[in-house]
């Protein structure tokens, strides 16, 4: 066995002597535990509290009712669970095909599958829509205490991790911007729409919540990880499910934990156990993200315009954190800056982790360019980071007047004082509860002069319990203890009470589509609505594209008719679908919808296509004989005309108004001409697709001072050719066989001369959720079938499938009886395999990743080195407990020799929430000494170890 040092026999340091000295007798030690204990309490208590004011504001009794949720992207965001539930889960899959929605669409793929999981698992002991509710709002009301997690895994001092916890509360009740200006209304809905906050969340983004709270636990983790080489096996866990929860997040995780990893101490040393981490929690996601990666040319460009007002969004001049006090720019600002400040100054590394992390981020969103992600998805994070830098602030002024307290109390004067800090604290607990009910009705004089009197002997008899020996330190947790209920209570009373139109919007999402309330703040029209659905349930199965409108949200949200399939069961698809990025026909979509929809009612959300109006309806009807759509819902006057004067729709249903408001009832057509499989009329042309500006997608003159956006390939050539009605009758391809004819140029191949191919009669169509069979009268013929082109397609009893404008597929049929199935692609097996080496490599990281070392230090991200005034006496409640080299080396020392339990026992007591240098290290070094036959070196560094612990 090596020697453990030079010296056999430690030397005792004067300061370490004095910390012992001052904890010497049991009763002193016990009174250490009970405050370190109080303080673990306290934070527990906050912590609990932070989370129950945020539950609070979410209506948690309407969570509980079994109503179909409502409300922005969330009233269409219930259609996924139930259908991974009901379909994909069976076929062993977390994505797969859905017909439910853009003609198609590989639902899963590309958005996030773990919510939806987490739904579909406590579906299994709650109702479906309650379920629903749970998982939306898991994400902000975990939060809080995620960050805490987080705070205290980066070992940050007392008691910032708690003062983390309260940040966040406000950072979640963050509404946008307010006050005067022409672009504040558009700046407070983009902070709105962000990601992280309860209006974000309440708008449908709660994928986005979630995947933050795990990303907070996940970067505690990987920091205690790092700092104790122990359980790396749940970083690499977390960091998987950040990634399936949401990608944009998922880097947030990524680069943060590379900073966490550079700021801990010995870095190098630390890289391999990083390195696992990472690639661990990579392959097991690897069954979902390899095959987003390599299919994601199938997806949308939303090509949402970069935010360039880089000094407005984040340094708002106007507006505030939550409510009217205090100002954004002049208090939280300057908080974090001071909180940066303190932390480089005295040197804590988790001020310095945090303060570059959120610099990061600022530098994010002023560089990422303009691709799928928007810029704006990265200002949450440097939003939160600020937060965390101003919490970070507080904690050090906090800690300073804690410490700075007992030397301005006489000896003569504790009880005095001791008084005088409970009563002021207890009283400006009561004057922050105002919000209370009860206070707004007032208690009277009479109860007044008792909760004076209470007041006044609870202050009077706190001085009893306060041992000769322990003044101090008492004094300096009371005072602490005292501030920080003071600001906990303070931070949540203002965020409750200023939530505004969050009150509102989370009722109006959790009651429910069916709320029909007459003390509801708003009803809803759900009567109209389910006359609607239950018209549709009667018709035979098929697509329907309808107009939309903001006044469809008097059923709940402008996406309501989005629920078709998930309230007809699968019979009625709508063609307009959540996720638009998950969809390479989406911009066909909102192309097709614009001319037929009345004024103002299409959202066109698209950048860079252009789009016709009303007066072009009869192109809009071919359009939706191109996409295959056989029902059109209309309900505007300009709609409801036009309708009637085009013979290839027959009014089939109306349903009548129930409210008097617009949508006042809707008339259903049958789109005649429309089949989702038909012989083509004219042979394809194969063509290039080159990515361009969209003037010159569309053929037309670039207007100077008008953007332009770039469109890319596949998307450049097809918009052209679907805006081109002449072109309709004749898809361009980008591949085929040899005796089609071939043109470079996709502006020149739509204008060649058609080449007639022969009538195909197709029969015996037979549809599920992942296959098309069709019958054909004769062989050899191009078929279109209008379903949405996606690899994972393969025919039988056919040639192809290829990929067609605007994206579907055409299918050559060498038989009379054609089947296309989705199957499974070779990214998606490859996939599974490298997730099963990731769960190989949770076990090994678990069982078998050695432990290299010990910290130095419990502060490890917490102080680089104590502050040249730090307290002499072992203060666990505001240091976290300190660690002694001599403990470190017989910790090594008994697991080189084998002792592995008596090690861990060891390790844990000084670094552990309970560790007391006279109590638990003495208890443990006990326990070493009684084992027989104990090697004479390391029993000699025992014996020292002991007298130095048991103070004698």
């Known amino acids: 066995m090596p020697p453990l040092s030079n010296s056999v026999i430690p030397t005792v340091p004067e300061s370490r002597a004095r910390r012992v000295s001052a904890a010497s007798s049991i009763d002193d030690s016990s009174r250490s535990t009970q405050t370190r204990d109080w303080g673990s309490i306290l934070s527990t208590l906050v912590v609990v509290a932070s989370c129950l004011t945020v539950l609070a504001a979410l209506h948690p009794e309407l969570l509980l009712k079994s109503t179909t949720s409502a409300g922005g992207d969330m009233g269409a965001h219930v259609w996924f669970p139930a259908y991974l539930r009901d379909h994909l889960l069976g076929q062993f899959r977390v994505a797969g095909w859905a017909p439910d929605w853009f003609a198609g669409f590989p639902a899963g793929q590309f958005y996030f599958p773990l919510p939806a999981l987490a739904v579909v698992l406590l579906d299994l002991a709650l109702p479906y829509n309650v379920a629903f509710k749970f998982v939306t709002v898991i994400g902000v009301v975990m939060m809080p205490a995620a960050a805490y997690a987080f705070g205290r895994g980066l070992r940050a001092p007392r008691p910032t991790p708690t003062l983390f916890s309260l940040a966040t509360v406000l950072f979640l009740f963050f509404k946008g911007a307010s006050g005067p200006g022409p672009n504040i209304q558009t700046i407070a809905f983009n902070q709105g729409i962000m990601g992280g906050t309860l209006r974000s969340t309440l708008a449908g983004e709660f994928s986005f919540s979630i995947a933050i709270a795990l990303a907070l636990v996940f970067l505690g983790a990987f920091a205690s990880a790092l700092d104790r ?44 156990l990083a390195a696992a981490i990472g690639g661990v929690g990579a392959l097991l996601t690897a069954f979902w993200s390899l095959p987003l990666l390599a299919t994601f040319g199938y997806t949308a460009n939303m090509r949402y315009e970069k935010l360039t007002d880089y000094w407005v969004y984040l340094f708002p001049r106007e507006g505030s954190w939550v409510g009217p006090f205090p100002p954004f720019a002049w208090c939280l600002l300057s908080l974090a800056a001071i909180g940066a400040i303190s932390g480089a100054v005295l040197r804590r590394r988790s001020t310095i982790a945090i303060t570059v992390i959120t610099v990061i981020f600022g530098f994010v969103f002023i560089l990422w360019p303009e691709l799928h992600a928007w810029n704006l998805r990265f200002l949450p994070f440097w939003y939160f980071g600020l ?11 906090v800690r300073a007047l804690a410490e700075a307290a007992p030397r301005f109390v006489p000896s003569h004067q504790d009880a005095k004082f001791v008084t005088a800090v409970v009563m002021s604290s207890v009283l400006i607990a009561i004057w922050n509860l105002r919000f209370l009910p009860f206070w707004y009705f007032g208690l009277g004089l009479l109860a007044a002069c008792a909760v004076g009197e209470g007041v006044r002997a609870l202050a009077e008899a706190a001085p009893r319990f306060v041992p000769s020996h322990q003044d101090a330190k008492f004094v300096t947790a009371v005072v602490m203890s005292s501030v920080l209920i003071a600001i906990s209570v303070f931070t949540l009373a203002r965020a409750f009470s200023t939530r505004g139109f969050l009150d509102f919007w989370a009722e109006w999402n959790f009651s429910g589509y069916e709320d029909t309330r007459a003390d509801a703040t708003r009803a809803k029209a759900w009567p109209e609505f389910e006359a609607l659905i239950n018209e ?15 006044s469809l949200d008097n059923y709940g949200t402008p996406l309501a008719l989005e629920l078709l399939p998930y309230f007809t069961k699968g019979r009625i698809q709508s063609v307009e679908g959540l996720y638009f990025e998950s969809a390479a026909t989406t911009p066909y979509h909102f192309m097709g919808v614009s001319p037929i929809s009345g004024p103002s009612n299409a959202s066109n959300p698209v950048r860079g296509l252009d789009y016709r109006h009303i007066e072009d309806f009869s192109l809009g009807v071919r359009w939706m004989q191109v996409m295959g759509e056989d029902y059109y819902l209309a309900y505007s006057d300009a709609a409801l005309a036009a309708a009637a004067a085009d013979e290839r729709l027959t009014l089939i249903g109306t349903t009548k108004d129930t409210d008097g408001q617009d949508p006042k009832g809707w008339s259903i057509y049958r789109v005649s001409g429309s089949r989702l499989v038909e012989g083509l009329s004219a042979e394809p042309v194969v063509t290039e697709a080159h990515a361009a500006k969209q003037s010159d997608c569309f053929d037309r003159e670039r207007v100077e001072g008008i953007r332009s956006p770039r469109l890319e390939a596949w998307e450049c050539m097809s918009v052209g050719w679907f805006n081109e009605p002449s072109a309709l009758d004749r898809p361009l391809v980008v591949d085929g066989p040899e005796s089609w004819v071939r043109e470079e140029d996709p502006v020149v191949a739509r204008l060649l001369e058609r080449k007639a191919l022969p009538k195909v009669e197709v029969t015996k169509l037979k549809r599920t959720d992942h296959s098309i069979s069709f019958h054909v009268s004769r062989v050899g013929v191009p078929v279109i079938v209008r379903e949405s082109y996606y690899p994972n397609w393969r025919a039988s009893g056919a040639d192809g499938p290829y990929r067609t404008t605007p994206n579907f597929m055409v299918v050559i049929p060498t038989s009379k009886d054609v089947t296309l199935s989705y199957a499974r692609s070779g990214p998606e097996w490859i996939g599974f395999l490298l997730s099963l080496l990731g769960i190989a490599g949770v076990v090994l990281i678990a069982r078998r990743w050695p432990v290299l070392e010990e910290p130095d230090s419990m502060d490890a991200y917490g102080e680089i080195e104590p502050a040249a005034d730090a307290p002499e006496m072992y203060d666990p409640f505001l240091h976290g407990g300190e660690e002694v080299d001599d403990v470190l080396a017989l910790v090594s020392a008994l697991r080189t020799a084998g002792y592995s339990s008596e090690a861990s026992l060891l390790s844990r007591s000084r670094r552990g929430p309970r560790a007391d240098a006279g109590v638990a290290l003495a208890a443990a070094l006990e326990r070493i000494l009684r084992i027989e036959g104990l090697d004479p070196e390391i029993r000699a560094r025992s014996e020292a170890l002991a007298l130095i612990f048991d103070g004698g």
């Open 229 to 272: 080489r122990t359980r790396a096996w749940i970083p690499a866990l977390l960091l998987a499910a950040t990634v399936m929860s949401h990608i944009v997040v998922a880097i947030f995780a990524v680069v943060a934990a590379l900073v966490i990893w550079v700021t801990a101490k010995r870095p190098l040393k630390s890289f391999g």
């Open 387 to 397: 937060g965390l830098l101003a919490a970070c602030a507080v904690g050090e002024g």
């Open 536 to 550: 549709m349930k009667t018709l035979p199965a098929g697509r329907a594209v309808w107009e939309g409108g903001g």
